[in-house]
């Protein structure tokens, strides 16, 4: 009588009512189903209890292995208990130690996971295709390295169908790109008779961990020719950031455009992202507009609309937003201050920074970090007051660090007042003594001050310790690929159609007036040879290819490693003219709009 219909709706029906008659005439089969319909620690407990006082727990291993795994990878799960059963089991199998490595690793305890493998193996059992995924996440979570290959090493030896089993190789690749060693992530997808959704995203982070965007997107595009794949919202994500760091605008958009497509409404995460791609892709307008049309907002997207804001020199606007999200009731973080403080700094507004940082001490209670004083030493430095920033490094209450001091030497720089500079570069060399763009910055100033022995201690100095300038280099989009510019470089492929272009943009440009800077070369050549390099700079070299593969009118945008030079400022502002194009540049701190020979940031960068 005891068949499936008469099984009680919950297994504690069973217990409570006590029907030891029928639940000892339970099968094997129900009694399973009996386990699987438990929701608490407490019915799987009973349940548990039940089962040893009937003899079944030794008698039927599928009784054991099945309240293991409810027990261990249940959302009410309890590990502590789940190990309790696991420790009473004579002889646990393949089966009941994966269920076990794989909730270590969901309960986050990846060291436990290879603990448990390491039994594993001592007691004899075979590890299969089911253990390795959650093994190679704990190493992946752990960045063991070391572990993971020792891993893959044994995987080769169990044959082909575990090493081509898909969820297998896709958890190798997640493993390396995690542990930072891409190449041999590479190694295992190509080698690939069958790739699914995992394995790309896989890849794709693991280029994203490391910060190889150009990687980053290159296989995102691989993937989607394909035509055959949606990727994940976390992909998108990190494909996303791949674009903002490349400012490459074209393939956000499209991004965008699939995000739309195939999500049913994008969460907050993925709308600030958003926000941030295109305001760092020089596109504040529709970051904006996104902006405006959130339904909700947080801290984060409100931080991210003020750096952009910053980004592009409109402090008035980054000010007023910041107002809005107080009186929206949300509490401003340190995060938020560094925005909020550079957004003064970069558009001039002295006495509304000073304010703004009042204000975060004493209203809103947050400790200042060495980054809040590195927005106050750009604010005091950049509005002349050299002194003033002085004497803030030397009085704040903890170390001042090389970024202060190179504040203070950049703003040293433009305000030409070299013997601070000296005092900004001794204490910045201390801290910091390879950094060459460093000692460029000296000699520089010594240059201007047209005092060219110290300029040349401070070259031999460079050559005694090796420091070589890396070569400045820029990206531009074009047709959803970006390209890199290197200085003087003629390695790409594209090389001939750039130069012939640069030579008549020269003619243009000769004809309009415009004459090379060459006090920008700190080089001991001579006047010809100092032209040519400045030609050849690498946002000259990306602006020509740019306005060969672009359509008239349409804008250019271009992403640079360092500070522009004034030669290329002034040659940019002139090319926005000449070829009526907009031209939008981002350096290391903010944008550059060219447009009918002028630039958004008034000359003041
Ligand atoms: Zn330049
Ligand atoms: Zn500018």
Not at 191 to 206: D, E, F, N, Q, Y
Not at 297 to 320: C, D, F, P, Q, W
Not at 353 to 364: A, D, N, Q, T, V
């Amino acid at each position: 009588m005891a068949g499936t219909s008469v099984l009680p709706q919950t297994p504690l029906l069973i217990l409570k009512e006590d029907h030891k008659e029928l639940s000892s005439s339970l099968k094997e089969q129900e009694w399973i189903s009996v386990i699987k319909k438990c929701k608490s620690m407490k019915e799987l407990k009973q349940v548990h209890g039940h089962i040893l006082k009937l003899g079944l727990f030794s008698a039927s291993s599928f009784c054991a292995s099945n309240l293991l795994a409810t027990c261990a990878l249940s959302e009410w799960c309890s590990m502590d208990y789940a190990c309790k059963i696991f420790q009473e089991m004579d002889d646990p199998d393949s089966f009941e130690f994966n269920t076990m490595i794989r909730a270590q690793v969901k309960d986050m305890n990846p060291e436990e996971a290879i603990f448990l493998y390491i039994d594993m193996v001592e007691d004899e059992v075979m590890p299969d295709n089911f253990t390795f995924p959650a093994l190679l996440k704990a190493c992946a979570h752990l960045r063991a390295l070391p572990e993971g290959m020792q891993i893959h090493g044994q995987i080769l030896k169990f044959g082909v169908e575990v090493e081509e089993d898909v969820f297998v190789q896709n958890s190798l690749i997640n493993m390396y790109g995690k542990c930072g060693e891409i190449r041999r992530a590479c190694e295992v997808f190509d080698k690939m008779p069958h790739r699914t959704v995992a394995s790309w995203s896989a890849l794709i982070a693991g280029y994203a961990n490391l910060g190889m965007w150009p990687d980053c997107l290159r296989v995102f595009n691989e993937m989607n020719s394909g035509g055959v794949f949606r990727a994940e919202e976390s992909v998108l994500v990190s494909v996303l950031s791949a674009c903002t760091h490349l400012g490459a605008l074209d393939s956000g958009r499209s991004i965008h455009g699939h995000l739309v497509r195939n999500m049913n409404g994008l969460n907050i995460i993925v709308q600030t992202s958003l926000i941030d791609m295109y305001v760092k892709c020089g596109c504040l307008e529709k970051g904006l507009c996104l902006f405006q049309s959130m339904t909700k907002k947080n801290r984060m997207s409100y931080s991210v609309v003020i750096t952009g804001l910053a980004l592009h020199g409109h402090g008035h606007e980054a000010l007023r937003v910041f107002g809005q999200m107080l009186d929206e009731g949300l509490e401003p973080d340190g995060v938020t201050y560094v925005s909020v403080l550079t957004a003064c700094s970069h558009s001039g507004l002295t006495k509304e920074g000073i304010r703004c940082f009042e204000r975060m001490l004493s209203e809103h209670e947050i400790k200042p970090t060495v980054q809040h004083y590195g927005c106050m030493v750009d604010l005091l430095g950049n509005a002349g007051f050299l002194d003033e920033a002085f004497e803030l490094i030397n009085t704040i209450p903890i170390e001042p660090n090389d970024v202060l001091w190179r504040s203070l030497l950049s703003a040293c720089r433009a305000h030409q007042n070299v013997e601070l500079g000296e005092v900004a570069a001794k204490n910045l060399f201390e801290l910091k003594p390879q950094n060459p763009s460093d000692y460029l910055m000296l000699s520089n100033m010594y240059a201007k001050a047209q005092r060219w022995q110290e300029m040349a201690m401070i070259r031999t100095e460079m050559a005694n310790k090796g420091l070589k300038q890396e070569p400045g280099s820029c990206t531009v989009e074009v047709n959803r690929k970006v390209y890199k510019f290197v200085s003087q470089d003629m390695s790409y492929p594209q090389c001939e159609g750039v130069y012939e272009m640069l030579h008549q943009m020269e003619w243009q440009l000769k004809f309009e007036g415009y004459s090379p800077d060459t006090s920008q070369v700190l080089m001991d050549v001579d006047e010809e040879e100092k032209r040519q390099r400045l030609g050849n700079h690498s946002q000259k070299l990306a602006i020509a290819f740019a306005l060969i593969h672009t359509s008239q009118g349409s804008s250019v945008r271009i992403v640079r490693n360092v500070r522009m030079c004034s030669d290329c400022h002034t040659y940019t502002k002139f090319i926005s003219t000449i070829y009526e194009r907009e031209i939008v540049v981002r350096d290391r701190n903010r944008f550059h709009h060219f447009k009918d020979g002028s630039c958004s940031c008034r000359d003041y960068w």
